[in-house]
């Protein structure tokens, strides 16, 4: 089944401890990012990556770092969390080669994180 | 700054009535319009997309109208049904933008019996 996989669904963790949030995807996709969904907020950018060895920020990309060492798979770092990133997060995948109908965004299931 | 403001934050709709959604967008570069759809618990889904080259695209019951010199666009849910209760995301992109989403502020529709 074609899918994109976080984990964990949930994590609770305390301020300043370094934290990974793993997301891997099976569809060979170029493409991945990182969203924040707040209340009110909707969803928002936090870092996307191209391809392989290839990433940038998004729009909220403060205290947050990834990596895309392999095509399928892009963690989520969080190297010394605090409570304003409490948070729902979700990781996506798409092709590249186009922004249309036959490339959407996939989305995973999102991990509910909570740093008090 | 919020580059695609959408209304209303919730909405309540009577089984078998029409549910209407609404998007504004600023950003004049913006050329691809989704609308996804989320379920409790779950990542949003891809409902329906629209291109700026079409005034409206209808797949089933649900209808994307979409206002170019207005920079706005909407999402029409006809015979909603409550499977239809879920939470509704705009959202625009870009040439050039990375695949990069911009999305809107998202609007809790619940369809009662």
């Known amino acids: 089944e074609a899918q994109v996989t976080q984990n964990p669904r949930y994590l609770i963790t305390v301020t300043g401890k370094k934290l990974t949030v793993t997301c891997s995807q099976n569809m060979n996709h170029e493409y991945m990012s990182w969203y924040r969904q707040d209340p009110g907020l909707g969803l928002r950018q936090i870092y996307y990556?191209?391809?392989?060895?290839?990433?940038d920020k998004g729009d909220v990309p403060e205290g947050y770092k990834v990596s895309r060492k392999e095509k399928r798979n892009f963690p989520l770092i969080l190297e010394s969390p605090s409570p304003n990133q409490t948070s729902l997060y979700f990781c996506a995948s798409s092709f590249s080669r186009d922004r249309g109908p036959d490339s959407p965004l996939h989305f995973g299931n999102g991990t509910r994180l909570t740093v008090t | 700054q919020q580059q695609v403001k959408q209304s209303p934050q919730s909405l309540i709709v009577q089984k078998g009535g029409i549910s209407i959604i609404n998007c504004a967008y600023e950003n004049t570069a913006f050329d691809y319009f989704p609308w996804y759809q989320q379920f409790p618990g779950k990542g949003p889904a891809l409902l329906i997309a629209i291109r700026p080259d079409v005034s409206e695209k209808k797949e089933g019951r649900f209808t994307i109208s979409f206002n170019k010199s207005a920079k706005q666009f909407s999402l029409h849910i006809m015979d909603s049904q409550p499977g239809d209760s879920a939470t509704y995301f705009c959202?625009?992109?870009?040439?050039?933008?990375?695949?990069?989403?911009?999305f809107g502020t998202g609007t809790q529709l619940k369809v009662e019996l």
């Open positions: 990556s191209m391809n392989v060895e290839v990433t």
């Open positions: 959202a625009a992109s870009r040439r050039g933008g990375g695949n990069k989403l911009t």
